[in-house]
T-cell receptor
């Protein structure tokens, strides 16, 4: 069975500082990894994905994530946080079997203070 | 591109009535659609996976007779909550995957807030 762990319920960071939202995963075979963001009462917006290739993946709104196979991690990062980045962030994983479903982490609330 | 819509965005109904939620892929064909349920400040729980033209596959613990899913076309899936109860109140989100075995991404609708009184 596949699983995702987001160890932090909430991350607090000051505007302009770098941010990291942690994610580790467990999956059989090669993982497909995703980050999504959710604003209040809205659906999920896709940020970025790792399928294959470079371990550093760049996505929307200046976010990036680094795939680390040995540590089974896919942490989300941004060099300089904005107040508007405050939202709920979900990491998700599926295997590469073609028809598998996404498994989501429990989510991490990011709060960026002015 | 790859936009998924849901209708309605919010609905209030009385206990015992049924509510239908529509999920449409607006600019692509989706052979597979997914229905999720999300409680406040919690993650998404997969309820069922529906493939166009076939019966939905429900996750363990999800009542298939209560949550009826129909995926009649490549651009439309519906979720009907039958005989709704207050505990069915939740945020329901659909998602669609592009047609094709190697499609990686799922695109999510904006969600439907259901309140059962």
């Amino acid at each position: 069975a596949q699983s995702v762990a987001q160890p932090e319920d909430q991350v607090n960071v000051a505007e302009g500082n770098p941010l990291t939202v942690k994610c580790t995963y467990s999956v059989s075979g090669n993982p497909y990894l995703f980050w999504y963001v959710q604003y209040p009462n809205r659906g999920l917006q896709f940020l970025l994905k790792y399928i294959t290739g470079d371990n550093l993946v760049k996505g929307s709104y200046g976010f990036e994530a680094e795939f680390n196979k040995s540590q089974t991690s896919f942490h989300l990062k941004k060099p300089s946080a904005l107040v508007s980045d405050s939202a709920l962030y979900f990491c998700a994983v599926r295997d590469n079997s073609g028809y598998s479903t996404l498994t989501f982490g429990k989510g991490t609330m990011l709060l960026v203070s002015p | 591109g790859a936009v998924v819509s849901q209708h309605p965005s919010w609905v209030i109904c009385k206990s015992g009535t049924s509510v239908k939620i529509e999920c449409r892929s607006l600019d692509f064909q989706a052979t597979t659609m997914f229905w999720y349920r999300q409680f406040p400040k919690q993650s998404l729980m997969l309820m069922a996976t529906s493939n166009e033209g076939s019966k939905a596959t429900y996750e363990q613990g999800v009542e298939k007779d209560k949550f009826l899913i129909n995926h009649a076309s490549l651009t439309l899936s519906t979720l009907t909550v039958t005989s709704a109860h207050p505990e069915d109140s939740s945020f329901y989100i659909c998602s669609a995957r592009l047609a094709g075995r190697d499609s990686y991404e799922q695109y999510f609708g904006p969600g439907t807030r259901l309140t059962v009184t």
